[in-house]
Nanobody
Framework: QVQLVESGGGLVQPGGSLRLSCAASGIIVSIYAMDWYRQAPGKQRELVAAITRGGSINYADSVKGRFTISRDNAKNVIGLQMNSLKPEDTAVYYC?????????WGQGTQVTVSS
């Protein structure tokens, strides 16, 4: 069975940092396209950051320069370093893995940015 388990969420003040992790089992992250999405209350789920099999990286405009996606092939983990957090970054963050028609999602981790 494929499992994606996110961790690292929590409550942080504006301007603070968090690091999310997505631990994968049942798949090899290096051969999947791996994405971080987020969904705020009342809003649609949106793509935050993506890393392809080949290592190409893309970010949503709203997080460029603040968030960094990474892939640790040895640990089979995807990371998301989030700096300079803003209240509008508050959302549930999800990890997604895709290989052709195979798509898997994690259960999500809550990130709340508030003073």
């Amino acid at each position: 069975q494929v499992q994606l388990v996110e961790s690292g969420g929590g409550l942080v003040q504006p301007g603070g940092s968090l690091r999310l992790s997505c631990a994968a089992s049942g798949i090899i992250v290096s051969i999947y396209a791996m994405d971080w999405y987020r969904q705020a209350p009342g809003k649609q789920r949106e793509l935050v950051a993506a890393i392809t099999r080949g290592g190409s990286i893309n970010y949503a405009d709203s997080v460029k320069g603040r968030f960094t996606i990474s892939r640790d092939n040895a640990k089979n983990v995807i990371g998301l370093q989030m700096n300079s957090l803003k209240p509008e970054d508050t959302a549930v963050y999800y990890c997604k893995a895709q290989y052709n028609s195979y798509v898997y999602w994690g259960q999500g981790t809550q990130v709340t940015v508030s003073s």
